[in-house]
């Protein structure tokens, strides 16, 4: 699993965020850090991807691409945005579990996209090639094209429940007092 904490946060800043938008609190708690607590509970291993060395102008799609070039020889990726805080240890092992069945597993809840998208190690080369914002959907599109996309409708909202602004710290905040 490949989780992204490289990117700059601007929007939350631009909604009047005081720290970057992964070391915001959510009930006392920075967001990645419950990212990265779901992740320790999924048992899967992973890697982080914070800033590199040209940061200014990395990507989403160079943030992907260097997490798999860290990982060349994993069987396979979940692609992890580091700000879903409320996303389900279950969920994640769902998604990997998918992934013996198709080179691409693409999760929805309610209707809506969500993440981590899965990618098989037949995808490798096409992640790696991956640069500037666009992130993968190029790569979800082209096996989607190819009938080869498993659509994996999943009843665990935490997968659409990022973190942009401050009005998504506190429809998060609420989500998570009504789950407990």
């Known amino acids: ?4 904490a490289a990117g700059h946060g601007r929007r939350f800043a631009e909604s009047g965020g005081a720290t970057h938008k992964l070391d915001a609190l959510l009930d006392g708690v920075p967001v990645l850090q419950r990212v990265l607590d779901s992740v320790a509970g999924s048992g899967l291993r ?3 991807v914070r800033p590199g060395v040209t940061a200014e102008t990395d990507g989403m799609g160079d943030s992907i691409s ?3 070039a860290a990982t060349a020889a994993a069987p396979g990726w979940l692609i992890l945005p580091g700000d879903l805080p409320l996303i389900r240890p279950e969920t994640l092992l769902r998604v990997a579990r998918e992934l013996s069945s198709s080179p691409v597993v693409q999760p929805f809840c309610s209707g809506r ?3 981590p998208v899965g990618f098989a190690a037949q995808c490798r080369d096409a992640l790696l090639a991956l640069r500037g914002d666009r992130g993968a959907a190029t790569v979800v599109g082209s096996y989607r094209e ?3 996309l498993r659509i994996l409708e999943l009843d665990d909202p935490g997968i659409v ?3 942009d602004t401050l009005e998504d710290l506190a429809q998060a905040e609420a989500l ?3 789950r407990d």
């Open 1 to 4: 699993m490949i989780v992204l």
């Open 46 to 48: 992973f890697h982080l």
């Open 66 to 68: 260097r997490g798999v």
């Open 113 to 115: 996209r969500g993440h």
């Open 146 to 148: 190819a009938g080869q």
């Open 161 to 163: 429940t990022d973190i």
């Open 176 to 178: 998570l007092q009504s």
